[in-house]
């Protein structure tokens, strides 16, 4: 499994259940990295995209204790989206928000595609620092750009201590 995220320079991802900037540059970076793959994420994040609707071109996964939608696969627990998660390619899963939700699915992540914003966004929400956390190792620290007037950097952290996202139990 991967994760795929924009950061602020102080790991912020969110604020009132929205992104931090607007950037074409990382947006269309999203794209290409989960298109025709496996999104996953937590009943919020489904609500932030736009008009609360599944991504195109994805099989879109949420975490939705208690809820219910015809228009994506949800998984009711961590239990069932274990089970759900084996029908597919581990490497074709993308974990995509929101910040409880990455919390929970980061140890079993093996690789980290985090675009570094050289801004403080005002979060309300952050992501694990993959800096201070010994199991994860920057790979790739990518060249910085600007997008919408701000310095962003595409960087790739691998896990060198994956956890096997298998729950037999609640």
């Excluded at 950037?23 to 736009?50: A, C, H, R």
């Excluded at 994506?72 to 239990?79: D, E, T, Y």
């Excluded at 390619?89 to 409880?100: E, L, P, R, T």
Aim: proline share 3%; net charge negative.
């Amino acid at each position: 499994m991967k994760t795929i995220v924009a950061v602020d320079k102080n790991w912020g991802i969110g604020k009132n259940n929205d992104l931090l900037f607007c950037l074409k540059e990382d947006m269309k970076y999203f794209k290409q990295m989960t298109l025709n793959k496996v999104i996953v994420m937590g009943s919020n994040t489904l609500l932030s995209f736009p008009g609360s609707k599944p991504l195109k071109d994805r099989i879109n996964i949420v975490l939705y204790p208690g809820g219910h939608r015809d228009d994506c696969i949800v998984a009711q627990s961590l239990k069932e989206l274990s089970q759900i998660l084996r029908n597919y390619n581990s490497d074709d899963i993308f974990i995509v928000g929101g910040a409880m939700f990455y919390r929970t699915m980061l140890p079993y992540c093996d690789t980290a595609y985090i675009t570094k914003v050289n801004a403080d966004g005002n979060a309300t929400h952050f992501f694990e620092n993959l800096d201070l956390d010994q199991d994860w190792e920057c790979v790739d620290e990518g060249q910085p750009l600007m997008d919408n007037g701000k310095e962003i950097r595409f960087t790739v952290y691998r896990n060198n201590n994956v956890k096997d996202f298998l729950i037999t139990e609640e």
